[in-house]
């Protein structure tokens, strides 16, 4: 089967030119490079593997190459460009560089980066750093009582992967609520930490410190069993 | 208790707080807000004093969730302005804002991608002392043909004085014209580097700009629109850099 592009879904954007392709499926976005776009665009479902071969030795100059054309298409298959796969065997770019031995290689091969396009959350992260195993707090309504220090923003209790908190001058004592999408590495520091400044809420809450309903106030204590369950064994 | 609505870049939000702290209040404001009648509003803020005692807190609200709870009045209005700053850059209906640091020179805008606490504000700080113009150290808005406004963080207003019942962007710099973008530089510190830059393609300079836009999700046919035209006529440069003023004049040298 000839190989065809993908078009449901896709936003494309000419920038110089490369292609700037944005995926509403999964939000990834992708950047081709010359010789990638020109490939993709040729992937209609007509043009076979040797015809996209000497399209693109024709665009980008040089002799055409079924490999490389093979190597671009796992890559925009894997990218989810493509509709129909190509069924030929899996060439990596390593291989394919070492084969063509010339120079100019980097600017002839085609090429697709991805990147998934940030949340809101992340994109306004002070660390939108990927973190390895996260405190999950999502639907959860929770607050914290903790001091904002003086310096390094987004860091409140010692907890260096909380989102949305700026840092204060000078350090203040503060209770915030947890916001959405808080990014908190799954570590013991985090976990001793989280837990202490969300007891400490949790007793402002009880004690008339920190203006709180009934049903806040139990959510609070679910979340902060949520938190214990979660941090069982982290060492 | 006082109630104000402010518009800034198409988005309308309403401010409701206790009259005497409304000053200090004021400084959180987005740049370049200005007033509006009453009416509907995107999103409405809410700060409520409570005493006890001699002592008195402040609680800040976002609709009618608790965002944040403090004694310190100055901690409550950071917070504020965050969630401000915040909510108009995810609703503006025609501007586009990206993390980025951006300084006018020689007639055009120099960009600095990155998250916040990336460094953007010590490297702008270091253009700006070099002779550039500054435009944001935070959060840059773009115009649909790609050119970057001026957000400037506002001025603190006082109680009294001449701009006593202004809002603050009025007074936090005069909105100064859009620049087209001629250098993206997307780099960030660390302590040992040297700046060695290496040339990005357009394709690659618009990535860069999206991994740092915050409404991309929401409206991903503007943004891919939005920095396409702002990257296609930029040069663009990627290096890790150590000291900012160093970095700063080698930039500057680029355009």
Redesign the interface.
């Known amino acids: 089967m000839n190989p065809r592009a993908r078009n449901a879904e896709l936003?494309v954007?000419?920038?110089?030119d490369?292609?700037?392709v944005?995926d509403?499926l999964n939000?990834h976005?992708h950047?081709?490079?010359r010789a990638a776009g020109i490939l993709w665009q040729r992937c209609d479902g007509a043009h076979d593997r040797d015809a996209l071969a000497a399209a693109l030795g024709e665009a980008v100059g040089g002799e055409p190459d079924p490999s490389v054309v093979d190597m671009a298409l796992q890559e925009l298959s894997d990218a989810g460009l493509l509709e129909s796969a190509p069924g030929a065997s899996r060439v990596s770019r390593a291989q394919v560089v070492r084969a063509l031995k010339f120079a100019a290689v980097g600017a002839t091969l085609p090429m697709v980066?991805t990147?998934v396009?940030?949340?809101?959350a992340e994109?306004?992260?002070?660390?939108?750093q990927p973190a390895k195993k996260k405190i999950d707090l999502s639907g959860k309504e929770a607050?914290v009582l903790g001091v904002?220090p003086a310096s390094?923003?987004?860091l409140v209790g010692g907890i260096t992967a909380f989102t949305?908190?700026?840092g204060?001058t000078p350090p203040?004592?503060?209770?915030?609520?947890i916001p959405p999408g808080a990014d908190i590495e799954l570590n013991a520091e985090n976990c001793k930490n989280l837990l202490k400044m969300m007891q400490d809420a949790l007793e402002a809450m009880m004690t008339g410190?920190?203006?709180?309903s009934q049903m806040?106030i139990q959510s609070q204590r679910d979340a902060i069993q949520s938190v214990r369950d979660q941090c069982k064994g982290v060492s | 208790m006082r109630t104000v609505f402010l518009r800034s870049f198409g988005v309308r939000f309403a401010i409701a707080a206790p009259a005497d702290v409304f000053g200090e209040l004021s400084a959180a404001f987005p740049p370049h807000a200005v007033r509006s009648g009453p009416g509907p509003a995107a999103r409405r803020f809410f700060v409520a004093g409570?005493r006890?005692g001699h002592r008195r807190s402040f609680?800040l609200y976002g609709g009618r969730?608790?965002?944040?709870?403090?004694?310190?009045l100055?901690?409550v209005a950071?917070?504020l302005?965050?969630a401000l700053r915040?909510a108009v850059a995810?609703r503006s209906p025609y501007a586009l804002f990206v993390?980025a640091g951006a300084v006018g020179w020689k007639g055009c805008a120099i960009v600095v991608p990155g998250?916040?606490?990336a460094g953007k504000s010590e490297l702008v700080n270091a253009l700006v002392a070099g002779g550039a113009t500054y435009y944001s150290d935070d959060l840059a808005p773009l115009d649909s043909h790609g050119r970057v406004f001026s957000y400037r963080r506002p001025l603190r207003l006082r109680q009294d004085g001449p701009g006593a019942g202004r809002c603050a962007g009025t007074l936090g710099g005069e909105l100064a014209p859009p620049l087209p973008v001629g250098l993206i530089v997307c780099t960030r510190y660390r302590g040992d580097a040297s700046w060695s830059p290496r040339e990005l393609?357009?394709?690659?300079a618009?990535?860069h700009l999206?991994?740092?836009?915050?409404?991309?999700?929401?409206r991903?046919?503007f943004?891919?629109?939005t920095?396409?035209a702002a990257?296609?006529g930029a040069r663009a440069v990627q290096s890790e850099r150590g000291e900012a003023a160093d970095a700063a004049r080698e930039i500057l040298s680029l355009v």
């Open positions: 936003l954007e000419h920038v110089g490369e292609l700037l944005y509403r939000h976005a950047r081709l490079n980066i990147l396009a940030p949340a809101p994109a306004d992260s002070p660390t939108a607050w904002a390094g923003p987004g949305g908190f700026p204060t203040v004592p503060v209770t915030v609520h410190g920190f203006a709180a806040q | 409570e006890t609680s969730r608790l965002l944040c709870r403090s004694a310190v100055g901690t950071e917070h302005g965050r915040h995810a993390h998250p916040s606490g393609s357009a394709g690659d618009a990535l999206l991994a740092n836009t915050l409404p991309v999700r929401s991903p046919g943004s891919l629109r920095l396409g990257a296609r």
